[in-house]
């Protein structure tokens, strides 16, 4: 394809997408059972397993080590004031974590939007929290190492709501504990073909990523590109199976080419260190969350769901936890504000949803670390209360629902309440595959 | 005298095994040689990521991969959600390594037949059919700047090099 076809091509392409309606494979032309609340909604799977006790109660040491002292540390996303004592979960200066980080947003997320002060989940274990946010449902059989059951929410929208693969992104914040398989499902009627681009952008833009896919050639789209793909074609046509719809995600080959630049582009940013970042970027969340800022910067996606994960550290440092607590609150401080002052077109036609996909336990286990402090686990009652948070156009500011004792919602709203954002609230539900408790939260306030 | 009689045995039994022997003759009936491989058509197993890294990696150096490599390589293209994305930046990278051994430009419009041949048995363990021929001799003819890299490149991207 000569660069000007492809050009011309990619206009083509744009105009449709802004000037026609999706031919939808269920054979409708216009998805939309609603209105839209917002144009783009992005998910934080604020996870890893976080304790109630140290967010949105406000509890700091009080309710885990047993020492009197109180405060909030996730001034980004909750209003209150801060300990002012043993604070240990800043950066370092003469004292390992004296220094807290500076506070992002002026007002916290809890009073731009609506806080879900207690929030049930029905798992204890990582990925399967993490499947009950994104499948709005769980099945008993559901392990890891396997595709979710259920279609993700990745899945409703591109197929309800028509969006095509560039719009509907997962950044993970590693490859391991089968965090990629969230991207689909293996159900028959959605899967691979409507499933998210996903990006583990540690590994991709990390030593090995650098020494196995950053050499990756820049072919001349009209004198190389055009016949290697022509003699593509060809052999394909001899073979007679088209595995690209059998096992692909269906980006288009100029939105593949658009990822491809994408990622050159980001491994020489990355050498060059001029990638989005976070005033402090000293941990893996962190350093995810401003690259989840490339992808919305360059994608402006319909939907995406970033996962963050540093605070399982807990298991074995309640003092590493409090850190890594602190910083996933500045790392979505920062993707608020970045979405709000860098992306003109997401500025006020996002709403963010901030969940984590399990608690932690109520007593402590045996570890202790350098500052004496316990650990915890997660794998009692108290794992399964969670908080969650909403922000952006249309969401009630300032209002806070529930309290100890009284939840209201769960994780497997979060796939209901995206669909009623994008306006397929109903043919979502009417699949039938969500929690036969699942409701939009907009429902439950 | 021992010698003299083991001379005379081992003659004999030679003798024997040469006269038992059955001449086989080659009937040609006026037709043509042709070779029987596998055809594409049994190609219906999707190989997965480890298979098809270590299988390119084995065509496009000749050598094996080794174990440490192939899960780094592995993980990178996990970390992509695009699989074909993925595969087409480790080709493009192996195409990049100084180790790779591809054919030379000249060698492949020596012999272009030769070098069709060569890469359909590399890539896809089968002749070309007389159609495929045709179509890349004419197009490496036709266009002065296919390479050899092109051309693997365009192989190992193809749908059937994803099956086995």
New interface residues.
């Given amino acids: 394809m000569k660069r000007r076809e492809f050009l011309r091509n990619v206009s083509l392409a744009t105009a449709g997408t802004i000037g026609f309606p999706y031919i939808l494979p269920s054979g409708r032309m216009f998805a939309q059972t609603t209105d839209r609340m917002a144009d783009h909604v992005v998910v934080v799977l604020f996870a890893g397993g976080v304790r109630q006790q140290e967010s949105v109660l406000q509890r700091y040491l009080a309710d885990s080590q047993n020492e009197s002292i109180e405060g909030n540390i996730m001034y980004n996303l909750l209003a209150g004031a801060t300990p002012n004592d043993k604070v240990v979960y800043g950066t370092d200066s003469d004292r390992p974590g004296k220094d807290p980080i500076p506070q992002i947003l002026t007002t916290p997320l809890q009073l731009q939007g609506t806080l879900f002060r207690e929030m049930r989940t029905s798992e204890v274990i990582h990925y399967n929290g993490l499947n009950l946010c994104v499948q709005g449902n769980i099945s008993a059989t559901q392990g890891l190492k396997q595709q979710p059951i259920f279609p993700t929410v990745f899945e409703y929208i591109r197929r309800h709501v028509g969006v095509p693969a560039s719009k509907a992104w997962f950044v993970g914040s590693g490859i391991g504990n089968s965090i990629p398989l969230l991207s689909y499902s293996q159900n028959e009627f959605y899967g691979q073909a409507y499933g998210a681009n996903f990006l583990a952008p540690l590994l991709t833009f990390g030593e090995k990523g650098f020494r196995h896919l950053s050499r990756a050639k820049s072919y001349h789209p009209e004198y190389e590109l055009s016949p290697m793909e022509e003699m593509k074609v060809f052999l394909d046509s001899s073979f007679g199976r088209n595995a690209d719809v059998i096992t692909g995600i269906n980006n288009t080959e100029e939105e593949r080419y658009e990822i491809s630049q994408f990622i050159e582009n980001l491994f020489v940013k990355t050498e060059q260190r001029q990638v989005i970042q976070p005033l402090v970027r000293d941990n893996g969340d962190l350093k995810t969350i401003g690259y989840a800022c490339e992808v919305l910067q360059q994608f402006k996606p319909t939907l995406t769901v970033v996962d963050l994960e540093e605070v399982d550290v807990c298991h074995g440092s309640f003092t590493d936890y409090l850190r890594n607590l602190h910083r996933a609150d500045h790392a979505v401080g920062f993707l608020w504000n970045y979405i709000q002052t860098q992306i003109p077109e997401m500025s006020d036609n996002t709403i963010l949803i901030v969940v984590p996909e399990c608690g932690r336990n109520l007593h402590a286990n045996p570890i202790k670390d350098e500052n004496d402090w316990f650990s915890y686990d997660h794998s009692d009652l108290n794992s399964l209360r969670v908080f969650g948070m909403m922000a952006g156009p249309g969401v009630p500011q300032g209002l806070a629902i529930g309290q100890e004792g009284v939840p209201v919602g769960m994780t497997a709203d979060i796939v209901p309440t995206v669909a009623d954002i994008l306006g397929v609230k109903d043919e979502v539900i009417n699949q039938g595959y969500l929690y036969e408790g699942a409701r939009s939260l907009f429902d439950r306030i | 005298m021992n010698y003299f009689y083991l001379y005379i045995f081992l003659l004999c039994l030679g003798a024997c095994l040469v006269s038992c022997q059955e001449r086989e003759v080659d009937f040609v009936y006026q037709l043509n040689q042709a070779d029987v491989s596998a055809s594409?058509i049994n190609?219906n197993q999707?190989k997965t990521l480890e298979q098809y890294i270590s299988i390119l990696h084995a065509n496009l150096f000749q050598k094996a991969l080794s174990a440490d490599e192939l899960v780094?390589?592995r993980?990178?293209m996990?970390?992509?959600?695009?699989?074909?994305?993925g595969k087409?930046?480790?080709v493009?990278?192996f195409?990049?390594?100084p180790a790779i051994i591809l054919p030379t430009k000249e060698d492949m419009r020596t012999d272009i037949d030769k070098f069709i041949k060569d890469t359909f048995r590399r890539f896809l363990i089968r002749e070309p059919?007389e159609?495929?021929l045709a179509?890349?001799r004419n197009?490496i003819q036709r266009?002065p700047?296919?390479t050899p890299e092109?051309?693997f490149?365009?192989?190992a991207?193809?749908?059937?090099y994803?099956?086995y």
């Fill in positions: 594409e190609k999707e780094e390589l993980d990178c996990t970390s992509i959600g695009d699989k074909e994305l087409q930046m480790i493009s990278n195409m990049n390594h059919t159609a495929e179509y890349f197009l266009q700047g296919i092109l051309v490149t365009a192989f991207m193809s749908d059937e994803r099956y």
